[in-house]
């Protein structure tokens, strides 16, 4: 089963809506980061907080991690048409012999009407 | 800077022909991934690389793929013979760490007909 398990699956708002996605994970990990794919493209990565971190921003994103949970939240605030995309989580699992392994979540599609 | 370059960006082909696709990783990094994106599985790391070395090829579908990493700046992934069931989007990635973000190419759509 997937490390990363998104929630919701699909969000859809209005442009200037605050959108919320969250993940769930099963291991220890050694960071988790968030990715956005635009319909067509590649994973573009957005932030990376590590374990020892509860909160961290990038502009209009937030994110917070509760590692006692096991469990991180995306935030994007005052959203735009441009947001629009799916959007991943991706845990950096601790320890064993995947060094520099990713495992990814299923994603959460957000839609942002203009 | 260059991101991630992958070849051919669409590919159509017939049942049990060779397919290869190829990627350049971004210049300095030390790890490039094989992703496979497809609806009903999502994104599945395939193969990854260290200095040019596969680390873990556990996700490697069957015998018919195969991946390489001849030097640092190329990456082929092999399917022979394709099947339809590999129809999917193919992604490399590159990183510089093995605990940094990744940097994904733009994919290469595969349609085995």
């Known amino acids: 089963s997937q490390q990363g398990e998104e929630d919701p699956q699909a969000l859809s708002i209005q442009e200037g809506e605050n959108a919320t996605m969250n993940c769930s994970y099963k291991?220890?990990?050694?960071?988790l980061q968030w990715y956005r794919q635009n319909s067509g493209r590649g994973l573009v990565h957005l932030i990376l907080?590590?374990?020892?971190?509860r909160e961290k921003h990038s502009g209009r994103l937030r994110v917070t991690l509760d590692t006692s949970k096991k469990s991180s939240s995306l935030l994007i605030t005052a959203s735009r048409a441009a947001d629009t995309a799916s959007y991943f989580c991706?845990?950096?699992?601790?320890?064993?012999?995947?060094?520099?392994?990713?495992?990814f979540g299923q994603g959460t599609i957000l839609t942002v009407h203009p | 800077d260059a991101g991630v370059i992958q070849s051919p960006r669409h590919e159509v082909t017939e049942m049990g022909q060779e397919v290869t696709l190829r990627c350049k990783p971004i210049?300095?990094?030390?790890?490039l991934f094989w992703y496979r994106q497809t609806m009903m599985r999502g994104l599945e790391l395939l193969i990854y690389?260290?200095?040019?070395?596969?680390?873990?090829d556990s996700g490697m579908p069957e015998d018919r793929f195969s991946a390489k990493m001849p030097n640092a700046s190329f990456s082929t992934l092999k399917i022979q013979p394709s099947e339809p069931r590999d129809s999917a989007v193919y992604f490399c990635?590159?990183?510089?760490?093995?605990?940094?973000?990744?940097?994904f190419g733009d994919g290469t759509r595969l349609s085995i007909l």
């Open positions: 990635a590159s990183s510089w760490s093995g605990h940094q973000p990744q940097h």
């Open positions: 291991t220890s990990i050694n960071n």
């Open positions: 907080i590590r374990s020892n971190e």
């Open positions: 991706a845990t950096d699992q601790a320890g064993g012999t995947s060094y520099g392994k990713l495992t």
């Open positions: 210049s300095g990094h030390d790890y």
């Open positions: 690389f260290n200095n040019n070395v596969p680390i873990d």
